[in-house]
Structures are given as structure tokens and as C-alpha cells.
Nanobody, 125 residues
Framework: QVLLVESGGGLVQAGDSLRLSCAAS????????MGWFRQAPGKEREFVAA????????YYADSVKGRFTISRDNAKNMVYLQMNSLKPEDTAVYYC??????????????????WGQGTQVTVSS
């Protein structure tokens, strides 16, 4: 069992930056690929970014590529999402997720075994 808790969301203006954090407890994260997803009101949950178990590979949605950076610190059981140049269309609840021993399908929500409760990010224009 893995418990994931997101933090760092908030209300910012377009062009600002935010850093989301995901703290994991219960099991070491080294056996889990990690991902960030988001869900805006009335929309489906969508992939944002993912990182492999050792942090060597990262994946991004086209909509955030070049603006967002996913990283992880396995020693601290932490995953981060640095979000720069935020846009109003980035407004959503952001979720951290863990995928046990997965190396493929990391852009699909059904690949993930555990989810956090989400943190709200609101970007005003």
C-alpha cells in the first residue's frame, strides 16, 4: 500500500510558477514509476508528466512540454512537478500517481495503482 499526498497548489497569475510536491509513505518509491495527471471541471483526467523508477526517463504531454518538469528524489520518497509559464488552461486539480513496476503505458491513468487526493491549481488571466 502506498499513500500519496500532494501539496503546493494555489492561485497564481498567468506566467507565474508553482512547484507541486508529492510525498509517499508506506513503501519505498523505487519500485514505482510516478506520474502527474490533472482534471479540469467537466473534463476527463489527462496525463501531464511521468518519470521512470530511477528518474532516468521522463515523459510529458505536448501541452506542457518545455514548461513543466517532473523529478523525483527516491531517498526522500518525493516526486515534484515544477510548473513554469502557467496558463489559465492549466487550471485543474493535479494528482500524483504511482505505477508498480511499470515501464510502459505511463500516459494512461489505468496503468497506475495508487493515487493522491489532488491539489488545486488555479491560474488567472
Amino acid at each position: 500500500q502506498v499513500l500519496l499526498v500532494e501539496s503546493g497548489g494555489g492561485l497564481v497569475q498567468a506566467g507565474d510558477s508553482l512547484r507541486l510536491s508529492c510525498a509517499a509513505s508506506g513503501r519505498t518509491l523505487t519500485t514505482y514509476a510516478m506520474g502527474w495527471f490533472r482534471q479540469a471541471p467537466g473534463k476527463e483526467r489527462e496525463f501531464v508528466a511521468a518519470v521512470s523508477r530511477n528518474g532516468g526517463s521522463t515523459y510529458y504531454a505536448d501541452s506542457v512540454k518545455g514548461r513543466f518538469t517532473i523529478s523525483r528524489d527516491n531517498a526522500k520518497n518525493m516526486v515534484y512537478l515544477q510548473m513554469n509559464s502557467l496558463k489559465p488552461e492549466d487550471t485543474a486539480v493535479y494528482y500524483c500517481a504511482a505505477a508498480f513496476m511499470k515501464i510502459a503505458g505511463l500516459t494512461r491513468p489505468e496503468t497506475y495503482n495508487y493515487w493522491g487526493q489532488g491539489t488545486q491549481v488555479t491560474v488567472s488571466s
